[in-house]
Structures are given as structure tokens and as C-alpha cells.
């Protein structure tokens, strides 16, 4: 017990060091400010990239990542050490996320799920698109697609989980993922055109 | 296909995965405000290895403070005191000589003859007087050359030849057959001469021994006197350390046992431990309300010396509190929507999902619920302290530390299922003993004001944990006590014969 605390002293003196997630966990369950700290320093920038793809029009990704990190120093005592501690922390970045805005159902309306096929020249599109150019064509989906589309494609979440994140169905999912693929090929067209 | 489109997807996300943002700096600030408060001082405090160390220390200071025990005087070594008065009949060298002047010797002094003053020199201060050709004055007014100038000099520590002997004896007494010495020995000793041999009368005299060549402005002040008989001095001398070397100083009677029985209010911390919570639900917060605690104890000590002491006993309490649980809770529930079957029914391509989700399709629903227990709990302790008392005049001041072999006793009422966050009927059955049984360490001071010889008023403010959780229940919602609390009662003391 001794050598633990020692451990969590020497972990938490000063934030400039670089931390081992065990160690930021440890320190945040005591609520060392240190931690805390460096914890935020470390996923931040990651977080705040999620929740940008998640904003909404009532809700800035700053208000979201901000709420986000509360719950996670709130809760992180329930972190089971069962997965990666990051994608624990973008799990609930992710449903705070959703919870800020809970589309009606008729966003989600369903279509006919027919293979959307990409061809090379999108993959190369995609290739020569810019991060933050990514995400705008992402973003300028509608917000349904778009939804569901960073879920399955971005998050790795499987059909189910996303039905049971938006209280959807399946097949709802399943159809607004195909409309966001189709709705994103047409736009990467568009850039291939520009591009060209 | 089916690969090129699983190529592309993975493609976006390794693209966007790992993508950062650059942050606000004010966003930090902004969480650092609505997080709860860091630990402060007291939580710090409150920590056990700062406890630990504590006790660690006190543990230290017991076995070294018994040897460092300074009171003990030796009944030849009077000359402690820093600053006697030795008072005898002066009348023979003056009618003006009839005040006291104060000795005035090192700390250093310590088992020198009464009479040797002068810090460097090993002979005494007659013997000085007589090989230096010192100038022993009858006259009073020249008594006060321990000037300012020559005090510098002896407490600037020169070496022998050049002190400046500025301590002066004054024999005087007002009754020349009753003469009395008093000489503070000790901080609480004070000793009365039965009698000092007559002789002193006649040798008496202020002596003022002085070898200084570098103060010339004070040996001009210095009249010559007639040379005493240093002889007679140095016989008295002896007759005095003998006397006083055959004084009793009195002990006070040190204690042996100590029984007290107190009672006083306790103040309970808990802290959650690793809490099983299931599926999503997550516990968000927990307090304990009306809680009453109070507890009785009945010690015996046992002094191995005046000071240190060996403390056990039984420890009696009960809590009673309220233990409320704030959590977040997905409840799922399975139903069958025919408005959702009816557009998935209309979808081709949903139609296998459909059929094989039709009994099963999930909904959850986020609900924040709150759920108390309510408990009493008995406790019994065992004490195995040792302590260590600082003696006032009247009070005996003390700190103590040891360990507490602890035993949950009773529980009742209704505790809190983590499982499901239900409530749950809690009644301690014979199997839970064993489990119930814990090691937790304690500190505290405690202070006894006498009111008799053998009855003492006490009142003792501790601290008490328990490293080991003797709460450990089998239900997952485990806590670590810890409490502090004031007890106040009457000790009796049974103290020795000698």
C-alpha cells in the first residue's frame, strides 16, 4: 500500500509528465487536479475532434467536450480496466454527444438499402482530402445521415448499438447509413471534379 | 464490392480516428470550476499514510523520551540552579551589607561546587581569590561591580586568568543563631538549612573576586579590604554541600493504574470503495445524512514509568445513519412497436431483420433514480494503546496511539442492493461475524485535570480508522469508515506506595 501511494505521489507532481493512463486514472479517482489536468491535456484535442462531428446548431462542440470531461471525472471510478480507456472516454464523449440533441424519429427516415459502390477515383479523393476537409464534406451531410454515418464508420459502433444509442431501429440505421454513403460519393464526385 | 466499400470506410476512419483539434486554453479553467473541490489540507490529513507516519513517530517519542527525561536532579548538584541566594549575617562587616546579591553562573556550571562560578577555571572562587591576589571588599556599595561591562566579559567566555569573577556570596541573616539558607535547587524544590555552623558569622563578608586587566575602570571603583581567611570559607564551604547533600527531595507519588471510563459523541467519514456497477448504470453520487453517533469506553492503563503507559480496555458504540445513493440506471425493456414493425415491414431490405428482431426489439431508457438505507449499526472495540503524558501542575497532558481490534456487532435495517439499486433487508446473521472483524489503528491526545490526589477529570479528542474495511459486505457496496470524536470522563488513579 505504501509503495502504491508512493507511486500515486510520485504520479501526480507535476502534470508535465507524461502519464500512463493507470496512472491518470488513479490520480483522478483521488482528484488530484494534476491529473485531471493532464488527463484533459491528452484527450482533449481527440475529444474535441468528436464532438465536432456531433455538434449541433443549439449546442457547440466546446459546451460538449466541457460537459463530456465533467462526466468522465465523475464517473471514472466506474472504469472497469476492460477495454481501452480511450474508448471509454470517447464512449461517453459520444453519448453526451447524442444526448445534447435526440433527433425525432422522422430524421431517420428509412430507405432502400441498395449497395452503394465506390469506385478507385473516391478512394483516391478520399486520400488527397485533407482531414478537416473530410469533415466538412462529413458535416455537411444532414444531420441524420451523419449521425449514423460517424457512429458505424468513424466510431465503430455496429448497427445495433447505434439503434439502441438514437432508440432506432436497425433497419433505420442500416438505411440512413446507406443514404449517407450515397449522399457522400455524390460529394466526393463533386471534389473529384474539383480536384480535376 | 462489399471489400472496396470496407476499404473506403477504413480509409475515412483512420483518417478521422486519430484527428485532433487544437483546444481553447480557457476550456480547462472553465471544467477545473465545476469540478468538485481537490482534497484539501484536511483530506490530506485524513490520509493514511500521513496517519501512519504519525503513529510511527508518537511510537519513536515513546521510546526515546523516557531517556530523555530531565528532571531527574542530583540532590549533590544544587548548583543547577541558575541563580541562588545564600543569605547570612553580614552585620559583622557593616551595617550597609544587608542585601542579597544574586550568584550569577553558566548553565555550564552544572556539578560544580556551589561556590565555583567562574565558567573556565576549574579551582573555586576562593582558591582563585587567593592565587590572584583578588580584592575582597566589606563594603556594599562596591557589591554591584558585576557591572554591565564585566558581565559581557564572563559571558563572553575568556579563558580563566582573564574572568572577571564578578559573582558575589552574600552571607546574610537577620538572625544570627538561625541562619537560612535558601537555595533554590530545582524548578519546584525549594530547601530550608536547619542551621549553618556560627563560624559563618564571623567569616561572612561579601566577597567580590575579581581578576581583570582589561577593566581598569572598574577595578578603580574596587576598595581594598582586608584579606579574609579563605580558610574559613572553604569550611563553610563544605559544611554547606554536606548538608545539602543530605536533603530529601521529595518525589511526587507516580501512578500505576489508571481507570477511566468515558463516553462522547463520534463523527463518522465514509468512503466508497470499488463499487460493482453493472451494465451502464453508473452511481452518481451517495451521502449520509442523520447521523448519530455515540460511543462508551471503559480503559485501564498501566504506567511503566511516571509518563508512558499502556492503555486497553472495551470500546463501545452505535451509529445510526442514512445512507442515500443517487445513480443513472438504463433499463432496458423489450416490447414490440408495430409502428416501427410497420416501416420496417415496408422495407425489402429489412425484411430478415425484421423477422429476426421481431420479439426483440430494445429500447433504453436513462432514468436517474435515488434509493436509502437506513442503519444501525453496534460496534465493539478492543484497545491496545500506548501513550505517553507531559505533567502540568495539575493536568496531565498525553498522547496515545495503538491499534483497535474491531467488531461489528449489530446491523439493522435496510441497505442498499448496488446489483440492482434496490433496497435490501440487512440483518446480520452468525456467519457475518468473522468477516465483520477488522484491525484499524487510532491517535489522540487526552488531558486529565486532577481533582483529587487519585480522581482526574478527562477529556480526549481522537481520530480511529480502519486500514482494514470491516465492512466488506457481500453485497458490493463496500466502505471504509473512518471516524474522530471527544470523550469526556473520570479517571482514578492507583498510584504507587513509595
Excluded at chain 1, 491535456?41 to 463530456?68: F, I, W
Excluded at chain 2, 408495430?338 to 429500447?363: A, G, M, R
Aim: with cysteine; charged share 20%; hydrophobic share 35%.
Amino acid at each position: 500500500m505504501l509503495k502504491k501511494s508512493i507511486l500515486l505521489l510520485n504520479s501526480c507532481v507535476s502534470y508535465s509528465k507524461v502519464y500512463t493512463d493507470e496512472e491518470l486514472i488513479k490520480g483522478c479517482i483521488a482528484n488530484d487536479r494534476h491529473c485531471q489536468r493532464a488527463l484533459f491535456e491528452k484527450y482533449a484535442g481527440k475529444m474535441l475532434a468528436v464532438c465536432r462531428r456531433y455538434e449541433s446548431n443549439h449546442t457547440p462542440a466546446e459546451d460538449l467536450l466541457q460537459e463530456g470531461f465533467i462526466k468522465i471525472f465523475k464517473s471514472i471510478s466506474t472504469f472497469r480496466n476492460q477495454g481501452a480507456f480511450e474508448g471509454w472516454i470517447r464512449r461517453i464523449i459520444v453519448n453526451t454527444a447524442l444526448s445534447s440533441f435526440r433527433l425525432p424519429t422522422a430524421h431517420y427516415n428509412q430507405v432502400d438499402i441498395s449497395e452503394v459502390k465506390l469506385n478507385n477515383a473516391e478512394a483516391s479523393a478520399i486520400d488527397r482530402l485533407s482531414e478537416k476537409d473530410l469533415l466538412q464534406l462529413i458535416d455537411s451531410l444532414p444531420d441524420g445521415y451523419k449521425t449514423v454515418f460517424n457512429l458505424y464508420v468513424i466510431e465503430g459502433y455496429s448497427h445495433k448499438e447505434i439503434a439502441d444509442l438514437l432508440k432506432i431501429n436497425e433497419g433505420t440505421s442500416r438505411s440512413q447509413f446507406s443514404k449517407a454513403k450515397n449522399a457522400l460519393q455524390e460529394k466526393l464526385k463533386q471534389s473529384e471534379i474539383t480536384f480535376a | 464490392m462489399k471489400e472496396e466499400s470496407d476499404n473506403l470506410e477504413n480509409k475515412i476512419r483512420s483518417k478521422l480516428y486519430s484527428y485532433s483539434e487544437k483546444v481553447p486554453d480557457d476550456l480547462w479553467s472553465k471544467i477545473e470550476t465545476k469540478l468538485p473541490a481537490p482534497e484539501n489540507g484536511f483530506d490530506l490529513i485524513r490520509s493514511k499514510l500521513t496517519w501512519f507516519a504519525l503513529a510511527d513517530v508518537m511510537v519513536m517519542l515513546l521510546l526515546v523520551l523516557p531517556f530523555c527525561n530531565t528532571s531527574k536532579i542530583s540532590p549533590l548538584s544544587p548548583a543547577m540552579s541558575t541563580t541562588q541566594t545564600i543569605s547570612n549575617d553580614s552585620s559583622s562587616l557593616g551595617t550597609e551589607s544587608s542585601f542579597k546579591q544574586p550568584i550569577t553562573s553558566n548553565t555550564n556550571s552544572v556539578n560544580k561546587p556551589i561556590v565555583t562560578m567562574n565558567e573556565g577555571a576549574k579551582e573555586p572562587m576562593h582558591d582563585i581569590a587567593k592565587s590572584t591576589k583578588n580584592q575582597v571588599t566589606s563594603q556594599s556599595s562596591i557589591i554591584p561591580v558585576t557591572t554591565t561591562k564585566s558581565k559581557s566579559i564572563i559571558e563572553s567566555s575568556v579563558s580563566a586568568p582573564e574572568i572577571l569573577l564578578s559573582s558575589t556570596v552574600t552571607l546574610n541573616s537577620t538572625k544570627p543563631e538561625e541562619p537560612v539558607l535558601s537555595a533554590p535547587l530545582s524548578n519546584a524544590t525549594s530547601i530550608k538549612l536547619p542551621s549553618v555552623d556560627s563560624s559563618l558569622n564571623t567569616s561572612a563578608s561579601t566577597v567580590n573576586t575579581k581578576q581583570t586587566q582589561t577593566n581598569e575602570s572598574v577595578a578603580d571603583t574596587v576598595q581594598p579590604l582586608p584579606t579574609v581567611d579563605t580558610n574559613k570559607i572553604k569550611k563553610a564551604d563544605n559544611m554547606l554541600l554536606a548538608t545539602v547533600a543530605q536533603l530529601p527531595i521529595e518525589k511526587s507519588k507516580s501512578p500505576k493504574l489508571r481507570i477511566e471510563a468515558m463516553l462522547g459523541p463520534d463523527y463518522y467519514f465514509f468512503k466508497n470503495r470499488d463499487n460493482t456497477v453493472p451494465g451502464f448504470s453508473a452511481r452518481m453520487d451517495s451521502s449520509t445524512t442523520n447521523q448519530r453517533a455515540i460511543s462508551a469506553e471503559l480503559l485501564l492503563s498501566y504506567y511503566f514509568t511516571k509518563r508512558v503507559y499502556l492503555k486497553g480496555g472495551l470500546s463501545w458504540s452505535t451509529l445510526s445513519r442514512k445512507y442515500s445513493l443517487v445513480h443513472e440506471q438504463e433499463i432496458k425493456e423489450i416490447y414490440i412497436d408495430s409502428v416501427s414493425n410497420f416501416y420496417s415491414l415496408q422495407d425489402p431490405f429489412n425484411l430478415p431483420l425484421v423477422i429476426k428482431n421481431y420479439d426483440t426489439l430494445i429500447t433504453i431508457s436513462n432514468t436517474t433514480n435515488q434509493v436509502s438505507s437506513n442503519m444501525q449499526y453496534t460496534l465493539l472495540d478492543i484497545p491496545i494503546l500506548a501513550g505517553y503524558d507531559f505533567l502540568l501542575t495539575k493536568v496531565r497532558l498525553g498522547m496515545y496511539t495503538g491499534i483497535r481490534i474491531n467488531c461489528l456487532f449489530t446491523k439493522k435495517g435496510t441497505e442498499i442492493n448496488p446489483k440492482n439499486y434496490t433496497e435490501l433487508d440487512a440483518e446480520m446473521s452468525r456467519t457475518n461475524y468473522k468477516k465483520q472483524l477488522g484491525i484499524g489503528y487510532m491517535i489522540g491526545i487526552n488531558a486529565a485535570y486532577e481533582i483529587t490526589k487519585n480522581l482526574a477529570l478527562t477529556i480526549s479528542p481522537y481520530y480511529q480508522t480502519y486500514p482494514t474495511s470491516v465492512f466488506s459486505s457481500e453485497y458490493g457496496l463496500t466502505q471504509n469508515w473512518t471516524k474522530c470524536g471527544i470523550h469526556a470522563g473520570v479517571a482514578y488513579f492507583i498510584k504507587s506506595k513509595k
